[in-house]
């Protein structure tokens, strides 16, 4: 399993953004499970006030820091703190493009380099509270329900902004930066034939 979706991942050269744009950071998307029935894993932020993204849907990982040794680094380092799972390097299978970050429509000087690991193994997950309220999987082919495709509100100045977004039984549905690498994950299995073309 591991070998398809490694094989997936390098096909095409994913998107750089690291020669226009010096700010970012490395995020986890942890697969498992057989190939018809892949699930990925999501947190949930944890409500905290001064977190404009406070609830919202997310995968781990946070901003590089200097005593990373690399960007792969920064992304297990910052998984092991968000959700206590110590990943191994051998379980990465590459990474997605590279995604400019936005508010309220508008491009930031920074950006979200997402990488992808595949596991077999069993762990026990152990949350910081202070950052992470819930970590959970869901199949990738409920991702792509008709039934779960739904819209984000919300107010940019005096306009209301509707973006596509998925429901996964949370209040907030998974919306933003963490839908558009979601997406893209699956338009590539989809492409290399490791889940159904819709």
Known sequence: MSNEIFGALHVQTPHDLSKTLDKYACVSIILRGPIDNLEVGFIQRAANE???WSGHLAF???KKEDTDF????????????????DLLPEENMG?????Q?????S???FYIRPFVFYTEREFTVKLDPGEVAEFFWMP?????????????????????VALPAIFLDRE?????????????LLKILEENQLIAAL
Do not use: C
């Open 95 to 99: 990474r997605l493009n590279d995604v």
């Open 140 to 160: 990738l082919n409920e991702l792509r329900n008709p039934q779960r495709q739904t819209t984000y509100q919300f107010k940019r100045g005096d306009v209301h």
């Open 172 to 184: 907030i549905p998974l919306w933003g930066l963490t839908y558009m690498m979601t997406q893209n």
């Open 70 to 85: 690399s960007d792969l680094g920064a992304a297990l380092r910052e998984t092991f703190e968000e959700i206590g799972v």
């Open 107 to 109: 491009l930031l000087e």
């Open 50 to 52: 001064d977190d404009r």
């Open 101 to 105: 970050a936005r508010k309220q429509g």
């Open 60 to 62: 781990p990982g946070g």
